[in-house]
Each structure stands twice: as structure tokens, then as C-alpha cells.
């Protein structure tokens, strides 16, 4: 009895929390569905009465048909959405594959080889994920206008790579522990240096690991937000999340906004659904 109404409590536990983190994305693509005129009505349904793609065409950059069957033009800010979203997929890859080439060996370094401090030197990387980071903004702001960084891809790349270096380093610190250190050591006594059995046995053991911090890499890149908005508003380089704030504060339509924030939830969601199934892999270990 006890166990059936413990199983009860957690399923109904884990049911309120999936309501609860679904229904603003899905109540954001019932608005992005909904002509404006019928959203604008004081009795709002959680269904609209004629769902429509018009919003998202008008946002592509084509005229759509109203609610009424009169011609809307493209949305003014579509353009800046898209270029927004592609900017922050460019600079999320980046990230994400440059991360890891400096993390991984970095963590395995720490999990596998016997130093001192390692302990100290794990601590003090991850205690620069302390730092807020809006507090390193003026250093970065005066470097990248000495160097023509200001308003680049490149110069986001480099200042999200200091807010995920360190966390990739921690995260594959703890997966590499996971690993038995008797397949590195038998791959050395077949006559394997240890780079060797680092890429050669390692790496893939911790093929799942690695899916894992590419996930986390691109996902933390996708979300920052102070350093896109300081470094890239009203640059070709400006990223998703300023472009959308700059239409959320000037626009204020809500159907279109929604539009274009479903547009930018499609990235990361498709690479959280690509590497799910290594995700679900992970187990990681405390210090």
C-alpha cells in the first residue's frame, strides 16, 4: 500500500511539474497561431477559433492573409529575427566546438593524472562561475575596442567561451571519473602513450559525456544574454535574444513576437531532441 501511494505521489509530482514547464511554450504557440484581431478580443480562448501560419509567413518575410481575408504585410522585425537566429547559431557552434577541444583534454587531465592541488585547481575553476557576468563586461568592453572585437561574431564566441569553458571542465571531470581507468591502463601496456589511449579508448568510452557537454556548450551560448545585448544590439552581429528584445519592447504585438520566439526555440530544441537519446546515457559522479 505504501508503495502504491508513493508511486502515486511521484507521478503525480513529475505530471504537475511537466504542466508546468510545458504550458508557457505551448500557450506561446497558441498565440503564434492566433490572429492578432482574435487575440485582441477581451474573451480569450485557449483555442483559437481560426488557427492561422499567417504570423510566421509575415515573419519569413511574405504577406499573409488576416482574419478578415485582407493582406498583412511581412512583419518589419522578421528580418532581424532570422538574421538573429542564425548569428546565434553560428556563434553557439563555435562555442560549442571549441569548448570542448579546450575542455575535454583539460578534465580528463584532472580525473586521470595524479597532481596536487587538484582539488584547489577544481574549485577555483568552478568558483569563476561565481562571477556575475555582467561584472567583467567593462574589462571586455575596453579590450574589444582596442582590438575592433565590438559588434562581431568572434568577440561573443570568445567571451561565451569564458562562461563555458569552466563548466564543460567541471561536467567532464566528473564523467571521466565514471570511466574504469583499468581500459587506459591496458592500452598502455599494449604499448599505447597516453594520448594515444586518451583519443583512441577514452573519447569514445565517453561518447555520451561528450554529447552531453555539446548540449550544455550550445544551450549556454543560445541563452546568455547580457554579453549579446551589450556587444552586438544594432550590429549585423547581434544574436537571437537582443533581436527579440528589441521587437518585444518596440513592436508589442503579441502574436508576432510570439512568431518569432517559436521560430528561436526550433535550434535548440532540435539539438536537445538529435542527442537526447546520449543524454539519457550520463551518469555523473560527485566530487
Known amino acids: ?28 504557440v497558441i498565440v503564434s497561431v492566433t490572429h492578432h484581431a482574435e487575440f485582441a478580443q477581451s474573451h480569450i480562448s485557449l483555442m483559437p477559433s481560426h488557427p492561422t501560419l499567417s504570423n510566421y509567413f509575415r515573419m519569413l518575410g511574405s504577406p499573409a492573409p488576416g482574419l478578415h481575408g485582407d493582406k498583412l504585410p511581412p512583419i518589419g522585425n522578421g528580418p532581424l529575427i532570422m538574421e538573429g537566429i542564425l548569428n546565434s547559431v553560428i556563434v553557439a557552434v563555435w562555442v560549442m566546438v571549441i569548448g570542448l577541444i579546450a575542455s575535454v583534454p583539460a578534465a580528463y587531465a584532472l580525473a586521470r593524472v595524479a597532481m596536487r592541488f587538484r582539488n584547489g585547481s577544481l574549485l577555483t575553476i ?73 583519443r583512441r579508448i577514452a573519447l569514445p568510452a565517453a561518447r555520451p559525456g561528450l554529447m552531453a557537454m555539446a548540449v550544455i556548450a550550445f544551450l549556454t551560448s543560445w541563452d546568455e544574454f547580457a554579453f549579446a545585448l551589450i ?57
Open 126 to 198: 568552478i568558483a569563476t562561475r561565481s562571477i556575475p557576468p555582467i561584472a567583467t563586461a567593462l574589462p571586455f568592453f575596453a579590450l574589444y575596442s582596442t582590438m575592433n572585437l565590438t559588434g562581431t561574431r568572434a568577440g561573443l564566441v570568445i567571451v561565451h567561451l569564458t562562461i563555458v569553458v569552466p563548466l564543460l571542465v567541471w561536467v567532464g571531470y566528473s564523467f571521466f571519473l565514471t570511466l574504469p581507468p583499468s581500459l587506459e591502463q591496458m592500452a598502455r601496456v599494449d604499448g599505447c602513450s597516453r594520448w594515444q589511449a586518451f
Open 231 to 287: 556587444f552586438t544590439t544594432g550590429t549585423p552581429a547581434q544574436t537571437f535574444g537582443p533581436a527579440l528584445s528589441g521587437m518585444f519592447f518596440l513592436v508589442s504585438i503579441p502574436n508576432e513576437v510570439a512568431a518569432g520566439l517559436v521560430l528561436g526555440l526550433l535550434p535548440p530544441m532540435a539539438l536537445a531532441v538529435v542527442f537526447s537519446r546520449y543524454i539519457r546515457r550520463v551518469n555523473f559522479v560527485s566530487v
Open 1 to 28: 500500500m505504501k508503495s502504491r501511494t508513493r508511486s502515486v505521489v511521484i507521478h503525480t509530482a513529475a505530471a504537475a511539474l511537466l504542466v508546468w514547464t510545458l504550458f508557457p511554450i505551448v500557450w506561446v
